[in-house]
Structures are given as structure tokens and as C-alpha cells.
């Protein structure tokens, strides 16, 4: 190797190794900033209590509640709908040009803004529909929202499996959906759960649609299937309002706190269900 070779090698390896370490640091110095500051505001009264207008009071334990109803909701609304998709595009169509259209406009779906989203939800599921302002409405929409997600990680990650699996397993006399089943999509846990994780991630952080759709209510439901039909504030939409409309920044540093816990934990979680799934 030239001289000049291996400058260009030391120079192009210091810039990466720089890049690196800056976007951790990054991280590092947001997470520790939201957390110092979000930490020290977090009491009992603020998790256990619902906000009273009457009483003056603040409380987000009806904004956790509805955004755990909105994630489970949207999950199961849209993770058997975007892999049960991605399956039929990957290992059943036979067109291919309806399955590049169909990925042209998957692509095209998740560059979307997501207020159109919250637009489109309102005139659909709230007005059309009769929904209402609602966890429901909110639900699908984030379901729409996150089904191309889905779909595109998917594919992505059963396009990885190798033909050989299939044609072994069709060989040794199994049928389509058995191989599918028992052989393709245990190869691609990583995708799946990567798109769920990336899902739950747009879903916990999501505001601007579900202003339209589920509202910003505070009022506390613990019945899941009334809560469905009320109007409720995810964590994401109660920082916006606390810190936007009210002032209340250390509340909102509370809540940011609040959300980055609850991702941790939601992810952490899909992640442990991948290895239990492995071993099964």
C-alpha cells in the first residue's frame, strides 16, 4: 500500500471514528439533559392523579393509560396487516409490477408529514365513520401511519432468506404456508421486530395527528373498550399541551422523561419476546 494510501486510510478512518463518537455524545448529552431535568419533577401525585381544572392540580396518569391503549391498539390493528402484506408481496405475488407499485407507494406513504395523517383520520374515522374524537380514531390512524413501516421492514428482511430454505423445506414434501410458517418467519424475527420497535417508537412520539383524531381529553377510563370510544390525550399530546399552552416546562421536561422510560421498556420487551420466540 502507497504512502499516500495510507494517510487517506488514517484520515477517512479518524473522520468515521469522529462521526461516531459525536452522534453518541449527542445522545448521551440529550438523554442526561431530559433526564436530570425531567427526574427531579417527577412525584407520586403527577403519575397516580388525573389533571383537575377545578382543583388546579396536574396529573398524567390518564395520558399513560392512553398511550399504552394507543400502542397496544395500533399494534394489533397493524403488525398482522403489515406482515400478512409483506408476506403476500414477498413469497405469493406473482406480478411484479403491481408488487414495485405497491412498494413505490408504501415508500412514498412513509414520507408523508404525519398532520396530513391527522387530517385525513378526522375526515374519515371522526366524521365519517362516526367515531368521534377518539382512542379509536386515533388508533387507526397511527395504524395507517405505521403500516408501510411494517411492510417495508418485513419484506426487506424476508427477501434475506435464502431460496435454499424454501426449496429444501418444498422439497422434503411441505407446503407453501408450512415453510413459511415454520422455516421464513422465524428467519425473520430481527425484521419484524425491528419494524414493531421503529413503530412503537413513531406511535409513543406522535402528536400532531392525534390532536384531530383521539383529542387531548384528561378525563381517567380504565375500562379498556369505554376508553376506545373517549376522547383521550396520549403522553406526547399532554406535553404539548402543558408546555406550549401552559408553561409548565418542568412538567414537560416530566413527561419527555416519562416517554424515553416508557420506549425503554416497551423495546426492551419486544426484544425479549424475539429471544423467548427463537427458542420456541
Known amino acids: 500500500m502507497s504512502q499516500k494510501r495510507k494517510i487517506q486510510n488514517v484520515v477517512i478512518r479518524g473522520v468515521i471514528w469522529f462521526c461516531v463518537i459525536l452522534t453518541v455524545l449527542l445522545l448521551v448529552a440529550l438523554i442526561g439533559y431530559i433526564m ?10 403527577l403519575l397516580s392523579t388525573a389533571r383537575s381544572a377545578l382543583a388546579g392540580t396536574i396529573g398524567i396518569l390518564p395520558n399513560i393509560i392512553y398511550t399504552i391503549y394507543l400502542v397496544l391498539t395500533t399494534l394489533v390493528i397493524a403488525l398482522p396487516l403489515g406482515i400478512g402484506g409483506a408476506i403476500y408481496l414477498t413469497e405469493y405475488a406473482k406480478n411484479k ?3 414495485e407499485i ?47 413501516t411494517i411492510v417495508r421492514t418485513t419484506q426487506e428482511a424476508l427477501k434475506t432468506v435464502p431460496d435454499s430454505y424454501r426449496e429444501g423445506s418444498v422439497g422434503l414434501g411441505a407446503s407453501k404456508w408450512h415453510t413459511i410458517r415454520t422455516i421464513v418467519l422465524p428467519c425473520t424475527l430481527d425484521g419484524v421486530v425491528g419494524g414493531a420497535i421503529l413503530a412503537i417508537g413513531k406511535i409513543v412520539g406522535e402528536s400532531a395527528a392525534l390532536i384531530y383524531t383521539a383529542g387531548t381529553g384528561y378525563n381517567l377510563v380504565t375500562n379498556f373498550f369505554r ?25 414537560g421536561f416530566a413527561i419527555a422523561a416519562i416517554l424515553m422510560i416508557l420506549v425503554l421498556i416497551i423495546n ?5 419476546a424475539k429471544r423467548k420466540l427463537k427458542k420456541v
Request: glycine share 12%.
Open 268 to 272: 426492551s420487551s419486544a426484544k425479549l
Open 97 to 99: 409490477r403491481l408488487v
Open 102 to 148: 405497491i412498494e413505490f407507494a408504501t415508500e412514498t406513504l412513509t414520507g408523508i408529514p404525519s398532520i396530513i395523517y391527522g387530517l385525513v383520520g378526522m375526515l374519515f374515522f371522526v366524521q365519517g365513520l362516526g367515531l368521534r374524537t377518539s382512542i379509536a380514531s386515533g388508533a387507526l390512524t397511527l395504524a395507517v401511519m405505521t403500516l408501510p
Open 36 to 45: 436530570v431535568r425531567g427526574l427531579s419533577s417527577i412525584s407520586w401525585q
Open 227 to 251: 376508553a376506545l370510544q373517549t376522547s383521550g390525550g396520549s403522553l406526547s399530546v399532554a406535553l404539548y399541551v402543558y408546555v406550549q399552552e401552559q408553561g409548565e416546562f418542568d412538567v
